[in-house]
């Protein structure tokens, strides 16, 4: 047992105490925490044991006007910020990765507590903030870094620290969810969903960290890291996007009763022969049956079903992107955070005592939905079987329907390994009888 | 800003301490949790800080057999062992409320944390164990007193602390949800699905708790409390069963679109005029549509979705019951108290500083399906309709079918005010048109 969780605490500065904030970034979610905290801080003050004042808000263009802002209060440099005597606890709300990690870094080490609603920041770096977090004793909290206001970093870290979380699986991307989502009851393609998207601001000008499942993958590693006490970053996370979804696919899972869904799947699995240990986390496109709970998980909403051994099967719901949401969460971690600062205590921090080793994507099993254009002749679907068989890939639907020029034969699988259906797919493709491999996607319920 | 919660706070152990763990109550709960305290014991320690050791089972029986247990920690002095110095944390899993409040008020008095599943005790006493907790500065966990493992409590306490709760609602008993879901899906009457419930085990040889909505009281005035930082008991619930469920209201149901459910709904209301707040705890049978996600959480899940100002609407589900779900929720508790036990710090406890007034069941606004026998002849429905308006309810709906002897009236209210709903009511009795109420069931959305 190494790697044991925030072992030091620092003294409280007791009851009645004001809490002196630094909020770092003033944009959407920045602006809408600034406000919440004048606006309840009374309720804030009775909830924590001291009242929260904020000394001092890190923007990086000081010229911008900002309204209902006490200017006195704006500076463009974070770092002097997060170190000054009158601060306790740092907000940082900025985004990015390698400014925020010098700033939260500062702060960490100088003794402020800080909470974070930075996805890309936690997953890539948990290992270094968390180290200076515990060397200071002090908070680092994360609950809007996944799904904004949907509690499932405060329920994996505390309610299920009792039990043994198997699997957590959801749909952690508002973005792609809004794309897909339009592209299942619209029938329009991926680029005309993808400009709407972009046009309502759901997707960022540059969208790559939500269309190839980046964004995801970051959710993916905090929550595998989090459900099995194992430090997992998004290197770690196996991450296809959905930019080669087409309209095709679609269709196929309307013929096949499903629906497209980006998932981030972090999956415990156990060696049947040794009985060792390990950890898969995933994020890609998957069909999901219209009847499973998470096929009706629309627009941008966010849902997330843990498994865990003692409690069963859970499910968390809700809006998971926006700036209520994500002030909603930032701030109730502002709170606890705060209380500790007043009162004494400290939270559970990063756990990875547990220290399982990284599962090779190729030993993952799932099952394949695989839609080829063949050959409209005699034979053709023995070669084609024989080739899944060959591989151990056991064949559990087949579908033939004529094309214009040959017919399109799909074939959905039972469970198989990857790097079996990788093979299958190599052999395939050299088959004479098979024309084309229009598509292949994994199906998940 | 009175009542404050929690500023007390006794210095941690130490890490790498043991804690003293007493469990009072060996039945299906605490049977469990005691085998996952010894199976986990080394996940626990790693997550703690420090090894949790069982000193003492406080039994009512010492002379059954109990399997697997150590007879040298059996005692059925359980007021004796939970004051022992070497005891640090007290696991309630009894049940009842005179005893359990007699030892646990005797054990947060001896300065010793407290776990319960308990959430008959937790709605009746809360102010004196929280003020016994207050004066010791330890912590009365108790997650698992509302839906099990379904994280609800905590969310409440903590990630929802920088928000604004106006409402949760939801399905908290499962035994109820059994016999509704059975009498709907396969047309039984509540006193077959009773039986089937009692054999299966769903339902206790005495299921007045159950049936009578009383379960389901305590849940919805801890969720109030919770959510509206305000003190809210179960005699502070308006709480109604479902005993006089019949055949004829489920049809009525279906013919409405909608299935019946017991709700507890707890609710922020505000008074258009002064803007003054008040808070609203209820528990009755309602109308819900199939359409709606509550319609569909079946058997003995649970369901319980919140509503907040900045998070918006958020929804939790998950298994409500049984031994591996509610020692799933103890245990979250458990390792969180120790983590306080060995290093220090205090959760949120008890927070009632808004103390907003329960609002009286006569001025909750809610729709209602009211199915009326009434003569077959011209002008019925005019007095009908007259008797409503009258009473400031307006009609949303109407159904009329003919029966054997008269004419059935089914008529669908937009929000009305449930004290002019029973005024409606006690008109419409009057009415020589009317010649029986055959029901009058609220419908929430």
Redesign the interface.
Known sequence: ?TD????S?RP?KG?GATVGVALLGLGTVGA?VLR?LEV?G??????V?GRLEVRGVAVSDLSRPREGVDRELLTDDALSLVQRDDIDLVIEVIGGIDYPRQVVLAALNAGKSVVTANKALIAAHSAELSEAAENSGVDLFF?AAVA????VV??LL???????VNAVMGIVNGTTNFILDAMYNRGASYDEMLAEATELGYAEADPTADVDGYDAASKAAILASLAF?TRVSSDDVHTEGIRSITTDDIAAAKAANSTIKLLAICERLKDAETGEESVSARVYPALVPVSHPLASVSESYNAIFVE????????????GAGG??T??????????VS??IV????G?GE?T??ALPIADFGSINTRYHVDMEVQDRVGVLAEVANAFSQHDVSIRTVRQEGLHDGARLVVITHMAKEEDLKRTVDTLKELEAVKSIRSVIRMES
Not at 309 to 319: D, K, P, T, V
């Open positions: 047992m044991n969780p925030s072992y605490v409280g009851a809408e919440l309840r009374d309720e804030f003050a009775a909830r044991g609950e904004a206001a949907i509690p405060g329920p505390r309610s299920l620290a009792g039990d043994k006490h865990a051994e003692s409690a069963g099967g859970l499910m968390f719901y809700g809006n209520g949401p002030a909603s969460a930032v701030l109730g971690d502002v709170v606890a209380r500790n009162l004494g205590g400290r559970p756990s005592y547990a």
